[in-house]
């Protein structure tokens, strides 16, 4: 998992965005998101800072490290939303800013809930921000 999450926060680092707003909001979840992979969770069932007892120090940093990635892949979209000229891409991210936001009440809900199903609401969510981060790239390369 390590080599994923430095791979999506390198390339989310440097993501070409239409708008200098997106731009840093890319860089600064990239970050966040290689710092959630460089810090390890104690269990693959990854335990939850302050509720399960055997989570460690390194859970509350991979927690806050990924909470932190999770918020700004929200943001991002809704960001383009409102920042972004009207055409495809606007409406696209507004749809996409939607679904992250759903996504990312989802994972919250299930993550706090023990669900079983929590690790589909978490890829759920990262496939609507991984839909809009290609979106952007279209978007980007249409522009030339």
């Known amino acids: 998992m390590v080599p994923g999450?430095?791979?999506l926060g390198l390339s989310s680092s440097v993501t070409?965005?239409?708008t200098?707003?997106?731009r840093r909001l890319a860089l600064?979840?990239?970050?966040?998101?290689?710092?959630?992979?460089?810090v390890p969770v104690s269990a693959p069932s990854c335990p939850q800072p302050f509720v399960d007892a055997e989570a460690t120090a390194t859970d509350v940093g991979h927690a806050i490290a990924?909470?932190?990635?999770f918020a700004l892949w929200t943001a991002m979209p809704i960001t383009a939303f409102r920042q972004c000229t009207p055409g495809?891409?606007?409406s696209l991210s507004g749809a996409l800013g939607m679904s992250t936001v759903a996504g990312f009440v989802a994972a919250g809900v299930t993550t706090n809930s023990q669900s079983p199903r929590k690790g589909l609401a978490q890829r759920a969510f990262v496939g609507a921000v991984v839909a809009w981060y290609g979106a952007t790239a279209i978007a980007e390369l249409a522009e030339g």
């Open 28 to 38: 600064a979840a990239g970050v966040a998101t290689v710092v959630a992979g460089l």
């Open 88 to 90: 495809w891409f606007r």
């Open 20 to 22: 200098e707003t997106l």
């Open 16 to 18: 070409a965005a239409p």
């Open 5 to 7: 999450y430095i791979a």
């Open 66 to 69: 990924s909470i932190t990635a």
